[in-house]
């Protein structure tokens, strides 16, 4: 179903399932259906993020605030909680907080045409700052009850883990089967002509960015639940690259259009058991972000490389 | 310019003083034409005669600056090009105006698509991709092209075939005025002349009006009834093409008599 | 009316740089009638001087942007190059000279891996120096190996002299701005730039080195952010973990209240970028003389770029008419 030149694509991910399982067999452990579940569990959060950043990216642009605005959702829905509030009320503000910035970050970009680098910089940047002043630097700590809530397991699945697969599959669905989905990727590739078509494009982007909120949030939920607490550190600058490196890794082109939001998801899987690896191997944080910062530039370059090659032969 | 047809044929498109103006740059200047039922219409000039321009503001692309428009007889606004659409207006633009990555189905319904019924088709507008990929193969069979693959990317296929999704865009949404930019560029000689006999037949099968705009004089002798000639933004000849010659045209279009 | 199109740009135009000066203006007394502390001639040269870091990388970053193009390792340049100097300096006793000179090499280079990346790998500019952005830093941080390096007090006394409350390195960054202002508007390599940044696409086919002008802006901008970096350290006395952090989102917001479109091509170093970091650092110590939070910088900063980009792209679609937009990034 897939032609050859499409699969090239999908190589950097190819390479990692192919060095994830040449790792299970020298460490039997890594495969065990413990060490997977823990896994899907850490990646959960970092895999809502990348789901939404592909929104983004499919139509040429990006949304650069998501870990900052999930960290400040978190912090909103945390202090609610933490002063009574009930937790379906924390949940709630968390996701409708990152929609509504999500939905700032649209309108800028959709409406008054700016460049979504920058909005989404300048969010990122607000939205730290936000927290940070918020917080005093202090994490604010989430009632028992909302993390063994978000906790339990389904069929002996973490209930994040289960988000995480529902969330992935529902949203390729809708993108491949829906309207929006067609019109989002028409969109991407070729604004002009979609928007003689009678394509709405700019309701399409402005969507896209509010779908990317929307997943930030759930993410906060995730995310604090996880770490029993919500603090401005989850939103810190190397989230940010584990975002789009998972996106990038996944297949999704930062040039819009081309891309899933499974490959996004396996993106994120991927950078959790880079990230693992090099904890493993006492990497220092630092050499961390030389690696992954690397990493991205050269999947880039990969997928440009791809286009190149790939349009020059077809003429 | 007086004509026996004139009086028994319907004009199916009129403009009258037409003008598009960008800041200082007068585009198009004060051009009347009519378009009759059932007849191909060549537009010609040099690059910047305005003919492109013309026709993005009859598709729509462009809003006019002054003059009327009329179709079938009947005034008309046309500021965007849903507005040309839903007035029967289709276009196929110089480079197909199609997406690589979608396949030929999803090309001929962009913007247009065909939803599923049902409860959850209707709630998250679900498209109904197998009834769009049948009027797709039945469209493009009867275009006489042969899609090997209609689930195929429209990246793979040939300038010929690509040519032809265009056209089945346009033939498709029962386009009733054809414009046609440049449909000729970018083929190879028998795509050419396939394209240029299926124009034709669309005139006769369809019943449809067609304009078509190409800087290539012996392409428009072929196909069309009519010829305009711009220059300069403006309208500086008019001849039914069995009462002129290629010499005669292209001394219009360059203003060298 | 021939002139009418072009008329209306340059009326906007020359509308939107003295609305830089009004603003400055207005900015400046508005503060003065608040603070009392705020009009007096050693306020105004204080944050002068406390604007001078940035107004290096500022002025780096801007010629990148007038190529249409974003450099957002700046701020990591501008910590990693001190980084290198300071540790050849202090822990291998370097002599001075030869670690101010390793610093502006570590810029050039840094600009050059930019520059390479988007010339040769062919990546966007921004996913390709948020890249950078994080394997610079994280050079750096390995360097130091989470320790603060402490300058020798030559270094920042040298920084702080001033002839009668006028800082000699205000005078530094604006004999670097004017600089590459006359580079900009007087050689054929800034009207390149401005070329390139306003259609890529017609200067390639006019026969201009596109990619070597790219390049050249990117080796500009680590060059001038490396110098930043020094002045920074230079001021503070030490080179930390935490400098350069947010520094591209500062500059980004001068660069933009300056005048400067992001979308390349429009704008100017004098008075635009000047008056973009001053209007800046004005409304900023201002607030903070008004008692506001430097916690609250940042929404001011994202204010600033917001208005700024808002007015910006306002004049791309006036002077873009008949012409189908497109919202791509």
Not at chain 1, 180 to 190: C, E, I, K, P
Not at chain 2, 101 to 126: H, P, Y
Not at chain 2, 186 to 191: D, F, R
Not at chain 3, 260 to 274: A, K, Q, T, V, W
């Amino acid at each position: 179903m897939l032609r050859r030149e499409e699969a090239i694509r999908y190589l950097p991910l190819m390479v990692f399932v192919v060095i994830v399982i040449i790792l299970g067999l020298v460490v039997p452990q890594l495969l065990s259906v413990r060490n997977i579940v823990n896994v899907l569990n850490q990646s959960a959060a970092l895999g809502l993020m990348a789901v939404g950043i592909t929104f983004t990216m499919v139509t040429g642009g990006i949304d650069l605030s998501g870990p900052s605005v999930m960290a400040l959702g978190g912090i909103l829905g945390a202090m609610v909680m933490r002063e009574g509030g009930p937790l379906v009320i924390g949940v709630v503000v968390m996701v409708l907080f990152c929609m509504a910035l999500g939905m700032l970050n649209g309108f800028a970009v959709a409406y008054l045409k700016m460049v979504p680098f920058v909005v989404t910089l300048s969010m990122m940047y607000i939205s730290m700052g936000a927290s940070i002043w918020l917080t005093r630097e202090v994490s604010v700590s989430v009632p028992p009850a909302f993390v063994k809530v978000l906790t339990f397991r389904i069929l002996d699945l973490p209930f994040p883990v289960f988000l995480f697969f529902a969330i992935a599959f529902l949203a390729f669905g809708f993108l491949r089967k829906t309207q929006y989905g067609r019109w989002l990727y028409a969109t991407g590739s070729n604004p002009t002509v979609a928007k003689i078509l009678g394509v709405p494009v700019e309701q399409v982007v402005f969507k896209a960015y509010l779908f990317s909120g929307l997943f930030a949030g759930l993410s906060a939920v995730v995310t604090t639940a996880r770490l029993m607490s919500a603090s401005s550190k989850m939103g810190g600058e190397g989230v940010i690259l584990n975002v789009v490196g998972a996106a990038v890794v996944g297949g999704v082109s930062v040039h819009g259009a081309e891309g899933s939001v499974l490959g996004a998801a396996i993106g994120a899987i991927f950078i959790t058991i880079l990230e693992n690896m090099m904890n493993m191997m006492q990497v220092s944080y630092y050499l961390s972000l030389i690696a992954k910062g690397s990493l991205v530039v050269a999947v880039v370059a990969f997928d440009c490389w791809r286009k190149e090659r790939f349009y020059y032969k077809r003429g | 310019m007086e004509d026996w047809r004139e009086a028994s044929r319907k004009v199916v498109l009129e403009v009258k003083g037409l003008c598009k103006f960008f800041g200082g740059i007068k585009a198009v200047n004060n051009v009347d034409f009519k378009l009759y039922e059932r007849e191909i219409v060549g537009i010609v000039g040099d690059n910047g005669a305005g003919k492109s321009t013309l026709i993005k503001v009859l598709s729509g692309v462009y809003e006019k600056t002054a003059g009327k428009i009329f179709v079938h007889g009947q005034e008309v606004e046309i500021r965007n090009p849903g507005d040309a659409r839903r007035l029967g207006i289709e276009t196929v633009y110089q480079d197909q105006g199609l997406i690589p990555i979608f396949d030929a189905a999803s090309n001929l319904f962009l913007g247009r698509e065909k939803l599923q019924e049902g409860f959850l088709g209707r709630v998250f507008k679900l498209v109904d991709d197998k009834f769009m990929i049948q009027e797709t193969e039945r469209t493009l069979s009867s275009l006489g092209i042969d899609i090997k693959d209609a689930r195929s990317k429209v990246l793979y296929l040939s300038g010929g075939q690509r040519q032809t999704v265009a056209i089945g865009r346009a033939v498709y949404w029962k386009g009733k005025i054809l414009i046609f930019d440049e449909p000729t560029n970018n083929l190879g000689v028998k795509q050419e002349r396939r394209v240029l006999e299926l124009i034709k037949r669309i005139r006769d099968e369809l019943g449809a009006s067609i304009i078509i705009i190409s800087h290539n004089i012996a392409h428009i002798f072929e196909v069309v009834d009519r010829i305009i000639v711009l220059r300069n933004g403006e309208k500086v000849g008019e001849k039914l093409k069995t009462e002129t010659n290629p010499a005669e045209i292209v001394a219009m279009i360059t203003g060298v008599s | 009316m021939f002139w009418t199109q072009g008329f209306k740009e340059k009326l906007f135009i020359s509308l939107s740089l003295s609305r830089l000066f009004l603003i400055a203006i207005v900015v400046f007394f508005g503060f003065s009638l608040l603070t009392k502390k705020f009009l007096s001639l050693t306020n105004l040269f204080n944050f002068m001087h406390a604007s001078v870091p940035l107004m290096f990388v500022a002025t780096g970053l801007t010629i990148v942007v007038l190529a249409r193009n974003l450099d957002i390792s700046v701020g990591s340049v501008a910590f990693l190059a001190p980084v290198v100097g300071s540790t050849l300096l202090v822990r291998y006793g370097f002599p001075l000279p030869l670690s101010v000179g390793v610093v502006l090499l570590v810029g050039l280079l840094a600009g050059l891996c930019n520059g390479l990346i988007v010339t040769r790998l062919k990546v966007n500019s921004f996913i390709a120096t948020l890249g950078t952005m994080m394997v610079f830093r994280g050079i750096g941080l390995q360097i130091v190996k989470g320790r603060t390096i402490g300058l020798p007090s030559v270094l920042s006394n040298l920084s702080s002299v001033r002839f009668g409350g006028f800082y000699w390195d205000i005078l530094v960054s604006l004999v670097f701005l004017i600089f590459l202002h006359v580079v900009h508007t007087r050689t054929p390599f800034g009207r390149y730039v401005s070329a390139v940044g306003s259609d890529p696409d017609v200067c390639r086919r006019a026969g201009i080195d596109v990619d070597k002008v790219v390049l050249l802006s990117f080796l500009l901008s680590g060059l001038f952010a490396s110098v930043g970096g020094l002045w920074l350290s230079m001021q503070l006395g030490s080179v930390s973990l935490r400098m350069g952090i947010g520094m591209e989102f500062v500059a980004l917001a001068s660069i933009v209240i300056g005048g400067i479109s992001l979308f390349g091509g429009e704008g100017s170093l004098f008075p635009g970028l000047l008056l973009g970091v001053y209007i800046l650092y004005m409304i900023e110590s201002g607030l903070n003389y008004l008692g506001v939070s430097p916690y609250f910088y940042p929404f001011v900063r994202g204010g600033l770029i917001f208005s700024a980009m808002y007015v910006d792209s306002l004049r791309v679609r006036l002077t873009k008419e008949g012409k189908t937009s497109s919202v791509k990034g």
